[in-house]
């Protein structure tokens, strides 16, 4: 993974529908021998920042586009993030350009998502 770059997402305050795309890595573009490759993101980091004086939920999903479809919850599914606090999501998320990590909060705008990995050519 030498080539591949580091990049930050965000932050981007989290609406409360549910079916938002939240991050989507670039697709391929372009004819034969033309455009660009399509790419791929290697999600590490993800905090989710609470600026209210109560406590808000995020669910997150990760599969097509606008989909928070049964059995594909990922990260957080109702994760209570306490007033005026945060949480930290570490680990090794590979997103390829079908992949959609969609989501929301239960309160528009209270929550924010900032999110940090590399993105590659595949």
Known sequence: ????????????ALSNTLTTNILNPAAASGGVNAGSSAQYIVLRHIRIVNK?????????????????????????????????SFIDWYGMLRLDAADFLVGGASAATSLSFDGEGEVGVA
């Open 52 to 84: 209210t004086a109560g406590a808000v939920t995020c669910s997150f999903w990760l599969g097509a586009t606008g989909g928070n479809v049964a059995g594909t919850e990922i990260i957080g599914q109702g994760l209570s993030v306490a007033a005026n």
């Open 1 to 12: 993974m030498a080539s591949n770059k580091i990049f930050r997402t965000g932050p981007v």
